[in-house]
């Protein structure tokens, strides 16, 4: 059964840094592109970031460049997200994907973990 399963989350105040992992079980993903989502309350899910197999970044989110850095280790199945310079306006569920399909389309999900940033 695959799995991908998020840790990391938390309360932090603003200016402050989480970091996210998603570690990913029952088949390797070091070959698929993987990504970051997150959904705000009452808000779409909306893109973060994406990594292709190399481990280099393939964009991310206006809103979260220069402050958020995504990073993958294929040998533990694990993809990251560095978070910095928190904002109140970050506050949101954050989902991992694996296996991209297509634009914003992944095969993989993750059940999401809480970030609240406070002000």
């Known amino acids: 059964q695959v799995q991908l399963v998020e840790s990391g989350g938390g309360l932090v105040q603003a200016g402050g840094s989480l970091r996210l992992s998603c570690a990913a079980s029952?088949?390797?993903?070091?070959?698929?592109?993987m990504g970051w989502f997150r959904q705000a309350p009452g808000k779409e899910r909306e893109f973060v970031a994406a990594?292709?197999?190399?481990?280099?970044?393939?964009s991310y989110a206006d809103s979260v460049k220069g402050r958020f850095t995504i990073s993958r280790v294929n040998a533990k199945n694990t993809v990251y997200l560095q978070m910095n310079s928190l904002k109140p306006e970050d506050t949101a569920v954050y989902y991992c994907?694996?296996?991209?399909?297509?634009?914003?389309?992944?095969?993989?999900w993750g059940q999401g973990t809480q970030v609240t940033v406070s002000s």
């Open positions: 994907a694996a296996d991209r399909v297509g634009g914003y389309s992944y095969n993989y």
């Open positions: 029952g088949r390797s993903f070091s070959g698929t592109v």
């Open positions: 990594i292709n197999r190399s481990g280099v970044p393939l």
